[in-house]
């Protein structure tokens, strides 16, 4: 991951130094030794705090969102993916972005290395095999492959889609049996035994929608939570208004969703949420042959319309 | 002041006891780990837990609460007129919350008990209730409780304070509602050794903790001089504006006000709000005096380092206690902020 | 015995609703207690505001009105913007809701006493300001006041409040009413035409230790406004302002008014400019 680092400074003093770019969206080390921190570079010399490691969770389209300048912005494979939609959907120029792809081999989850540490993480090392945690007075080392995040084992694109520079050869994509296992299992249930299962998931959401914030697809200008005229949703911690909240999250995200677990990483309550927008994935996938973000020249599945759509639906 | 000393095997017995006349919040493990809530008749609180994710706040001041309801039935006396709620005044206590959390809800009473108004909501709850602390013998590393006037081992603002002692709890009921408590539960009386073994305790405790922040120089310079500090932009650019850090906050008291309609039937209530969003503060115009996402971060760090600083002239609102540093999903750090506050210097 | 609950309101019947400008944006809406002793509880002083509190649809802080001493009613001018403003102006004599108050600070009165006070209104922040004019020019306190000057504005005479009180106030020798519109083509139009802050200029009471300006009104006429007073030699704790910030409690317990360490329900919202100037400006 070193490498990934120096080459994304290097990358990033370049273009701001050519005027390529006004500043570099990336990462920096965190505070703690398992996170990193979204940080705007603007000068070579700024440039020089980026990282980038298996704790840089959060996705950095959500921070280019209707920017005016020239962006630098460093992506991984999913991330690439919703620049993709972003540029469909007007969100950002491509003019506007030099991306720095990172060929991705995985997060960590902070979860996972919180439970394996024994008492302060220090740092996290990741040399795209293994994770070595140290702390005060412990040092381990996981095979990767144990501690990643859930959506990065179903991940089906670590390489960039789009990109002008890569920080990293490119990566062999994962070879996946039976990605939707998880939605399989909940489509399995009884609609009682769903239900039950939902509210269980959720029952210790506190509606900080760290979920939705964390998110590039949720740019409303206001959300449907926030809405007062009309007022959509009540905003107390009642049960069913928590559950409309991510029910209604997902099927908006729904087609556009790239999986890449931002959403999962920033909640506070470890609540995998994801259980809902991977539905809609498979739905996706499995109705309209439709991954979120592949190409420029097509728009997300809920967002198109054939004159031979299948429509039978409208009798 | 009277000394604690009971056997951890008998602490479930005293628990059963003593729920016979209090209702008990506590900690409980669950499948994630500890969550300090409201406990059911018959559940102990588990006392053998390092952190929980939230804090008491919720015992005094419930995520949502019902502050009246009524009706709009024109065809109902009293229609369209607000009824106070009914209240169970079955005393309540907090027990195993941490002394640091104590401290926070002191702050909490700052800000709702008033010379000019009392919160009646935060008021009754506030003294129905018993804090019964669990001192803390490994403070988490991003515990920085010792810098903010409190530490695992605070008394000042506790009922009863209990500190583990290998096989049993020991400690002291501090006030004549933790005297009641320790009555009522049945707690064995301590000998005199239990005085110094809990200073022994705290000593090793507080000499755990490394993490610091300091705000001697924050209470020098003036509000508009932090404010238009040059700092905020970067400080808060990774910022989401998310609500984590002010729901896990064990002294964030902020909290919106809603009306909710089931057919004619209506009730006022109150929710936790967050100063992170934008419908928090935005007018009915559409203009935000806090329109840019970097703005609200830097008022909450504002609010909770300086403002309450210089409104109170009692320290930070801040007990230390780390959960908005291990949630953020960011990683923003108030012991880097309240650093780069301290440290700056304005140009004159 | 508790003290009674601050968020309870006292409930009240509308008694009357005038529509005040032409655009119908803008209704005044009288009250009577439904309770006649609530009436004394709710002793207010001019300047301060209360929280119009409709069951099913929530709260809103509005200006008081009316003045302390017109008894039997309470009156509030309320403009049609958000949920429950709208929700009001679809309301009906008769109707029942709530009203809690009164809160908040008021102009210093404590001060003004025997000093010359210049008022300087635009828009329908005029409510409080005409609350204390009313207040002034009464028999009973009238000697207790020096010279009362007041510019008023609004856009066209359609959006000047209280048209009626003005033109009565107008020709009242014991104040001298400025008031203006941006414009019109009325050719009786009898009163000034100009901006507020260009009509102020020419009118304003010399500054002295014994003039106050109190000043109310939208941002850029507060903005051009203080300018003028600076030129005037008006100091900043003799020019007094009341602020707007989106609030719920107005007793200073939910956060979000707040501009620095002061809470604009609570600690104001009437402040001094002298106070505003050491205050990160978040209104």
């Known amino acids: 991951m070193d490498a990934y680092t120096d080459k994304i400074k290097e990358i990033s003093k370049k273009i701001l130094s050519e005027g390529k770019v006004d500043v570099v969206i990336g990462f920096r080390k965190g505070t703690l030794g398992y996170m990193s921190e979204p940080y705007m570079a603007k000068s070579e010399k700024e440039a020089e705090n980026l990282v980038f490691d298996c704790n840089c969770r959060m996705n950095l389209v959500n921070y280019v969102t209707n920017r005016k300048d020239k962006v630098g912005i460093v992506v991984k494979g999913c991330d690439s993916r919703n620049l993709v939609t972003h540029i469909i959907e007007n969100k950002i120029k491509r003019e506007q972005l030099y991306i720095i792809g990172v060929p991705c081999t995985g997060l960590a989850d902070k979860k996972a290395l919180l439970d394996l540490a024994e008492g302060e993480i220090t740092s996290v090392e990741d040399d795209n095999e293994t994770i070595t945690i140290k702390g005060d007075g412990f040092e381990k080392k996981v095979a990767k492959s144990d501690v990643l995040q859930s959506n990065c084992k179903t991940c089906i694109k670590r390489n960039p889609v789009i990109f002008d520079e890569l920080a990293g050869p490119e990566v062999a994509e994962l070879e996946i049996s039976d990605r939707f296992a998880d939605v399989d299992e909940v489509e399995k249930m009884s609609a009682d035994e769903r239900w039950n299962f939902f509210g269980e998931l959720l029952s210790e959401c506190t509606r900080c929608y760290a979920c939705r914030n964390a998110c590039p697809l949720c740019y409303c200008p206001t959300c449907f939570v926030d809405e007062s005229r009309p007022q959509w949703v009540g905003k107390s911690d009642n049960e069913t208004d928590v559950l409309t909240y991510h029910f209604l999250r997902a099927f908006h995200d729904a087609g556009r969703c790239t999986d890449c677990g931002a959403c999962e990483a920033a909640c506070p309550m470890d609540i995998k949420m994801r259980y809902f927008t991977r539905k809609t994935i498979k739905d996706c996938v499995e109705k309209y042959g439709s991954e979120a973000g592949m190409e420029l020249d097509k728009r997300p599945a809920l967002d198109q319309y054939k004159i031979n759509d299948p429509n039978e639906f409208i009798k | ?348 | 015995m508790r003290a009674a609950n601050p968020y309870k309101p006292y409930p009240v019947r509308i008694d009357e609703i005038i529509t005040e400008t032409d655009d119908k944006l803008l209704k005044t809406f009288k009250f009577v207690f439904l309770n006649p002793e609530d009436e004394e509880k709710f002793a207010y002083k001019s300047g301060q505001f209360a929280e119009l509190s409709i069951p099913g649809q929530g709260e809103i802080p509005i200006g008081i009105a009316s003045s302390p001493t017109e008894k039997g009613f309470v009156k509030f001018t309320v403009f049609k913007a958000g949920k429950v403003t709208s929700y009001l102006h679809s309301m009906k004599v008769g109707d029942v809701m709530g009203l809690r108050g009164p809160l908040g600070n008021w102009y210093p009165w404590e001060i003004l006493e025997g000093k010359n006070i210049f008022i300087v209104g635009g828009g329908f922040a005029y409510t409080t300001l005409r609350s204390s004019i009313k207040m002034m020019i009464d028999p009973a306190n009238r000697s207790k006041f020096g010279t009362i000057d007041v510019v008023y504005g609004a856009r066209t005479p359609g959006h000047l409040l209280y048209l009626d009180e003005l033109n009565e106030w107008g020709d009242r020798d014991d104040v001298n009413m400025h008031i203006t519109v941006d414009g019109t083509d009325d050719p009786n139009w009898r009163f000034h035409k100009g901006f507020v802050p260009q009509i102020a200029d020419k009118v304003a009471p010399p500054a002295s230790d014994d003039t106050y300006a109190i000043v109310c009104g939208p941002p850029m006429m507060i903005k051009f406004t203080q300018p003028v007073l600076d030129k005037l030699g008006y100091k900043h704790d003799h020019i007094i302002m009341s602020l707007e910030n989106r609030m719920k409690c107005g007793i200073g317990m939910c956060g979000r008014c707040n501009i620095g360490k002061e809470l604009v329900c609570k600690d104001g919202p009437v402040f001094t400019l002298e106070q505003i100037n050491k205050t990160p400006r978040e209104y």
């Not at chain 2, 008998?10 to 003593?18: F, R």
């Not at chain 2, 002394?99 to 003294?127: G, S």
């Open chain 2, 1 to 348: 002041m009277k000394m604690i000393s009971i056997k951890k095997s008998d602490w479930a017995g005293a628990m059963e006891k003593v729920q016979k006349s209090y209702r008990l919040a506590g900690p409980v493990k669950e499948k994630k780990g500890h969550t300090f809530r409201e406990l059911k008749d018959g559940e102990t609180p588990d006392l053998e837990y390092s952190e929980t994710r939230m804090s008491v706040k919720e015992v005094v001041l419930p995520q949502s609460e019902v502050m009246f309801s009524y009706s709009l039935d024109e065809n109902k006396e009293g229609h369209h007129i607000l009824e106070e709620v009914p209240f169970d005044e079955t005393p309540r206590a907090a027990v195993g919350i941490r002394p640091y959390d104590a401290k926070a809800v002191e702050i909490l009473k700052k800000n709702f008990m008033t010379e000019d108004y009392k919160d009646p909501y935060f008021e009754r709850r506030y003294e129905n209730l018993t804090l019964v602390g669990m001192a803390e013998n490994n403070p988490s590393p991003v515990n920085f409780s010792t810098s903010c006037g409190t530490g695992p081992f605070d008394e000042s603002c506790l009922d009863i304070i209990l500190a583990d002692a290998g096989d049993s709890y020991i400690g002291k009921a501090l006030t004549e509602k933790g005297e009641k408590f320790a009555a009522a539960a049945g707690f064995a009386e301590g000998d005199s050794g239990v005085e110094a073994k809990l200073a022994e305790l705290k000593e090793q405790a507080e000499g755990k903790i490394k993490s610091k922040v300091s705000f001697d120089k924050i209470e020098k310079m003036t509000i508009l001089d932090l404010y238009e500090a040059p700092f905020w932009e970067e400080a808060a650019f990774a910022c989401i504006n998310c609500g984590t850090c002010t729901y896990a906050c064990p002294t964030c008291w902020c909290f919106d006000i809603q009306d909710e309609v089931k057919g004619k039937d209506g009730v006022r209530m109150r929710n936790w709000d967050t100063c992170m969003s934008e419908v928090y503060s935005v007018h009915t115009t559409g203009h935000d005096p806090r329109h840019e996402a970097w703005q609200r971060t830097r008022n909450r760090f504002m609010h909770k380092l300086k403002y309450y600083l210089d409104k109170y002239e009692d320290g930070i609102m801040c007990v230390g206690c780390g959960r908005c540093v291990s949630q953020c999903p960011v990683n923003i750090d108030i012991r880097k902020v309240c650093q780069q506050m301290n440290d700056y210097e304005p140009s004159k």
